[in-house]
Nanobody
Framework: QVRLVESGGGLVQPGDSLKLSCAAS????????MGWYRRTPGSQREMVAT???????NYADFAEGRFTISRDKSKNTMSLEMSSPKPEDTAVYYC???????????????WGQGTQVTVSS
């Protein structure tokens, strides 16, 4: 059973840096892409950044230039470096993986439980 576990969230002051990590376990297939999404109270979940074997990295406008996504394919891990976070970056951050199960013609989405990031002085 595939499981995604996020870590690294917490309280950070504006202008400091924070690194989120995600580890996928139980993968039996190809991880086609991984990504970070976030949800703030009262809003829908939105894409922060994704990394794909075919299309490379993609960032939301608010993340471009401030956040850096990276992935270790051999370990099925992913991270998000948040530089100069702002109070409006306060949200629950979720890890997502799109997996092609071995021998099966379909793609499955998996989500982590989320990690809270609070940016406040």
């Amino acid at each position: 059973q595939v499981r995604l576990v996020e870590s690294g969230g917490g309280l950070v002051q504006p202008g400091d840096s924070l690194k989120l990590s995600c580890a996928a376990s139980g993968v039996r297939g190809d991880v086609l892409s991984m990504g970070w999404y976030r949800r703030t109270p009262g809003s829908q979940r939105e894409m922060v950044a994704t990394v794909s074997t075919t299309t490379g990295t993609n960032y939301a406008d608010f993340a471009e230039g401030r956040f850096t996504i990276s992935r270790d394919k051999s370990k099925n891990t992913m991270s998000l470096e948040m530089s100069s976070p702002k109070p409006e970056d306060t949200a629950v951050y979720y890890c997502k993986a799109v997996i092609h199960p071995r021998g099966i013609l379909r793609f499955d989405d998996y989500w982590g439980q989320g990690t809270q990031v609070t940016v406040s002085s």
